[in-house]
């Protein structure tokens, strides 16, 4: 895996898909993160 960038907290490397899917649908499949993803606005209750 070729890291192109890092700092403390920070790691920036390629996509790797046997690495990353699993990681990337839990983030893309939760509803509290794709309402900031989405570029709908957020609905009022």
Do not use: H, N
């Amino acid at each position: 895996m070729t890291e192109i960038f890092q700092t403390q907290r920070l790691i920036i490397r390629q996509w790797s898909p046997e690495a990353d899917a699993a990681q990337a649908l839990e983030i893309y499949g939760a509803p509290d993160v794709m309402c900031f993803l989405s570029g709908k606005p957020e609905e009022s209750e």
